[in-house]
């Protein structure tokens, strides 16, 4: 996107944030961008967000709440700030990870903060017409081609879980046609229109499962188990919408394998990371990834009530 459409997208978070009395937003404490924006790239891929927020007790139960029905934890916070918005990668409470690993952010907005000093921030940052896309961390040959694709907090926990020998994770095309088996053709009609690129993943993925001879009952398809009451193994997901229930589907709930689309298209290739589970023990030794990912998982806050 062109920086202009960039530097309005973190305008309308920042104003959101300067002007809230209410929770969720009254809860931030900073707002921060890192990325190729931060960088001053004329024309970034997405703006990188991140918000350091300090939840109450009656939001962390929100969002345990969130996590147990398979939804996104900060779903409003993201609503709050940006709304119905492209173009924003939001990341929560995850400044100490992006320091550690190397990735500078630049402060934005600070709890005490006017609207016009946030935005003076904004524009110190100069445009830099050399400035490309920032340097890759977290990286696996999975990874290839889609990084873009693939938000740096899954990155980072996928690789540390390759590292220790819990999952291997690959890059996959999935077959271009629709699934056979008449109980997952009829789930995905059902749920997307026929020109949905939804549709077409789920389709894709369906009929890959198929090959490996997994059935419609153990299959959990973006949020929903694709037969109602089943026990589900094998978790389908797009755009890493569902990634923070992932460590639970591994460990707690006995997942084999995710398949995620990073990206859905309405033609070519239809693309798919396979993280398949190795060793499960050392993956419950993780405790739902608590450096970098809390974000995912519903924070620490989160973890702790658990």
Known sequence: MKRERATSLVTTALTAVAQARTRPLSMIDEIRVFGSFARGAFEPHDVDLDVELTPDEQFTAEMIERRRRRRDPFAPVRQALIGNR??????????????????????????????????????????????????????????????????????????????EGAVTVEQIELPGREASGEVARQTVERRWIATSVLRRAGNAALAHLE??????????????????????????????????????????????????????????????VRIEVVDRPALAARSAMRRGVAALNGSAAIQHAE
């Open 86 to 163: 492209r173009g924003v990668d939001l990341h929560v409470s995850e400044a100490a990870t992006l320091h550690e690993s190397g990735i500078e952010t630049t402060l934005l907005w600070r709890r005490g903060d006017d609207l016009d000093t946030a935005l003076a921030r904004v524009h110190a940052i100069e445009p830099d017409p050399e400035a490309g896309r920032a340097p890759r961390h977290a990286m696996l040959p999975a990874f290839e081609g889609i990084d873009r694709h693939v938000p740096f907090a899954v990155r980072e926990m996928l690789c540390r879980w390759v590292d």
């Open 211 to 272: 090959q490996q001879g997994v059935t419609a009952e153990q299959v959990h398809l973006h949020g929903s188990d694709v037969v109602d009451g089943s026990d589900p193994r094998h978790f389908v997901g797009f755009r890493w919408q569902y990634t923070y229930i992932m460590h639970m589907f591994l460990t707690r709930w006995g997942g084999i394998q995710w398949l995620e689309v990073p990206h859905p298209t309405t033609d070519g290739p239809v693309i798919a």
